[in-house]
């Protein structure tokens, strides 16, 4: 089965700022992942989807890139409403779906 | 708009089978959507549970795969999860959610939940 290995698994950033979470595939994948935002105590929402697909309504300083094995989700400027836990994960056709272990996202 | 709601008891004793409903309102289930359930251990990350399709056909987490049946029934609209032989490591947040499905340039679809209910909690306990 493939496993997602998100980096880092938490960290401390201020509003304004640029931030970068890491995923990667243990193989390749091409296109096959998606991003999902999750805050306290509520279910999770999707953000990106093809690994670089806005999901309609989601603000446009979210942006997916990569593809084959690494993959990262970039927050152009970080806004209070944005510190979460986030979670990327692999669905493609009959294989093993597996989401990543999250990278929670606080405030400095 | 779209809607799934889960609903099922909240204490399960060990070893028995653990049942929860997902209600959906918005779209039918026997339409081109799949369903899925997630579950969330409690200050843990997500796992997949497994997906039933249009069709009725299903796809489940290996891990899961001996223990777990998702079904549906299309006159209610609705969907069930029932899983066996249920241990406290079966203690969770269990996430019903509809599956969207993208088309890349070349190759097979893609899946993705876009629509998720607010779950329901799961705490196994004698």
Known sequence: ?108 | QVQLQESGPGLVKPSETLSLTCAVSGYSISSGFYCGWIRQSPGKGLEWIGNIDHNGNTHYNPSLMSRVTISRDTSKNHLSLRLSSVTAADTAMYYCARVGIWMPPSGDEGFVFDVWGQGTMVTVSS
């Not at chain 1, 690494?70 to 944005?82: A, K, M, N």
Request: charged content about 15%; overall charge positive.
């Open chain 1, 1 to 108: 089965d493939i496993q997602m290995t998100q980096s880092p698994s938490s960290l401390s950033a201020s509003v304004g700022d640029r931030v970068t979470i890491t995923c990667r595939a243990s193989q390749s994948i091409g296109t096959y992942l998606n991003w999902y935002q999750q805050k306290s105590g509520k279910a999770p929402n999707v953000l990106i989807y093809a690994a670089s697909s806005l999901q309609s309504g989601v603000p446009s300083r979210f942006k997916g890139s990569g593809s084959g094995t690494d993959f990262t989700l970039t927050i152009t400027s970080l806004q209070p409403e944005d510190f979460a836990t986030y979670y990327c994960q692999y669905s493609h056709s009959s294989a093993t779906w597996a989401f990543g272990q999250g990278t929670k996202v606080e405030i400095k």
